[in-house]
Nanobody, 122 residues
């Protein structure tokens, strides 16, 4: 069984910062990709940032230069440092672990953490 425990989120003013964290637990052998998605009201889910086990990084154009994703492969933890927040960043943010391999298994799975609300006021 794999669980993703998410912390962070909250209400901040425009220009402020927040840090999200997500820790994957269980009998995990490896995780291919860990990242963050978000969904704003009335909009489709968007991939915000992701990092592979080989440290390849992706950022959505809308957050480049403002958000930083960091990953600890030993602890299976991923962080999202969000700076210079804008009202447009308001959304529910989700942690994702893709290509999860469990010890003693050849199967791979996709797991999601609970959503955390990020609200940026103007």
């Amino acid at each position: 069984q794999v669980q993703l425990v998410v912390s962070g989120g909250g209400l901040v003013q425009a220009g402020g910062s927040l840090r999200l964290s997500c820790a994957a637990s269980g009998s995990i052998f490896s995780i291919d990709v860990m990242g963050w998605y978000r969904r704003a009201p009335g909009k489709q889910r968007e991939l915000v940032a992701a990092k592979t086990s080989g440290s390849t990084t992706f950022y959505a154009d809308s957050v480049k230069g403002r958000f930083t994703i960091r990953r600890d492969n030993v602890e299976n933890t991923v962080y999202l440092q969000m700076n210079s927040l804008k009202p447009e960043d308001t959304a529910v943010y989700y942690c994702n672990a893709d290509g999860v391999r469990l010890r003693g298994s050849y199967q791979r799975g996709d797991y999601w953490g609970q959503g955390t609300q990020v609200t940026v006021s103007s």
